[in-house]
Every structure is written in structure tokens, then in C-alpha cells.
């Protein structure tokens, strides 16, 4: 692809992987920028894109429509997370996630008697259990949008939650935001309101957050699953998904990281 000045400036993420967070710090950058913003999905056009002037638009699944991708003047900064911690994260906040913006939680379901997700996920007897069916459901979604993602792409900037975790000084970020072809000026203020919205930033006292970041805030740090993922279930995972952390570049082999599961016997 020849690539040209960028001017269709893409953000994807995959649920729980810094959603609420790149939703936050780019709908602010663009007001601040007076650039447009939209969210678009599978099924949309490239009508939302302006003549001539830059637009920022927003893929929460990362489905973005090949008439985007395809675009040379589109960047897309795409960001993915551990699937193991994707799991983690995804279980403990289908328990509580409110209506609104989650109804794939709040639909009665004949498959499950009746029940909601949810309900039908804080039915069951333990975390591993509800590991378990998360792992069957939302989980094989997501898994499944983040290994169909073509990496190959050369108009992508990859990035992962766990480094946009550790991004204290905001150096990568402010990478990305270059890539993404913002000058000098424009990436000083999006490094500040990404330092801001972050937890290890302006959002470190929990007072300082909102309720929805709050509700999204379900504990575990970029090696959450070291710690957090019951045996048995690893032990599922590496079966049914091991390729898949070999084909994100989390892993080198398909089993061998049950070693590292703390939990493990």
C-alpha cells in the first residue's frame, strides 16, 4: 500500500482491553483539537469522512469495514491485551456490569433456562466455573476478533494494554500519537490527557474516578493471571486456546507458561 499523510485516524480496541480508556483520552483529544470523532461499524461507509479535514474514528470490536482499512491516508492504532487476563477481567465484570451499553449481559436466554448472562454467571458454585463459561462465551468472541486481526497491515501501529500500563512517562504513547501523524504540539496534549485518564496517572486516587471506571476497574495487573487463574482452568485454556497466545506473541510455546500458574496443582 502507498501510504500518504495521515487523515483518517483509527482507534481499535477489543473488549477489555483499554476500551473505556483510548474512548476517554481520544474523544477528549479530539474536542481539545477540534477534530471530528465518530464511532462506525462493520457494516458502515466512508461517508463519515470529511472532504479534507482529519477525523478520529472509533472500532470497539476493531471491526472496522475494509473501505477504512483500506484507505492510504488511514492510521489505525489497534490495541490488544493478554487473553488470559482478557478472561479474568471480562468474568469479574460481567458479575456486576450494569444494563446499558453491555445487553449481551442482560437478555433472558432459553439456552440458559431463562436466565441472563449474567444471572446464569453468578449462579454458578465458584470462579472456575464461571471461568469457565466465560471462556465459552464473550471470551471465544473477543479471542476470536483479536487472532482474525491482520497484523500485517502496514498502515497499523500494534499496540498492548500491558505496555500502555507501564507507560508512566508516556513515551510509547506519545510514539503512537506520532505514528497516528499528530505534530509535535497535538502530541504533547494527548500524552497529557492519556497521563490524566490513566489509573496510574490522574485516576490513581479511586475517588478521582468516575462510576463507569470504577465498574470497569476489576483488580489484576499486567500479570494478573499468574496469580489469579485457578489450575483447572489453565490447564483448559493452554487446550483450547494455546495457538492463539502463540499467535498474539504472548507465547513461545502452547503449554509451556502453565509453569508460571501459580495455582497450578
Known sequence: MDLIAPRVLCI???HKTGTLWMRTVFRKLAQALGIESHQVFAGSG???V??????FLFQWSSAFPPVILDRPDARILHVIRDPRDVLLSGMR???TAPAG????????RADLDGLTYQQHLNALPHDSARLMFEMGEKHAETLTAMTAWDYARDNTIEA???DLMQDHDTRGFSDHLRNLGLPEVE????ARIFWDSALFG???APEARADRVKAHVTGGTDSGWRDALPGDVAQAYAARHGDALMTLGYETHPTNWLTEVRNAA
Open 12 to 14: 481499535g480496541t477489543h
Open 46 to 48: 466512508d461517508g463519515m
Open 50 to 55: 470529511p472532504a479534507a479535514d482529519r477525523v
Open 93 to 95: 465484570y460481567h458479575r
Open 101 to 108: 451499553g453491555e445487553e449481551f449481559l442482560h437478555t433472558p
Open 160 to 162: 498492548r494494554f500491558e
Open 187 to 190: 502530541v504533547a496534549q494527548g
Open 202 to 204: 490522574g485516576l490513581a
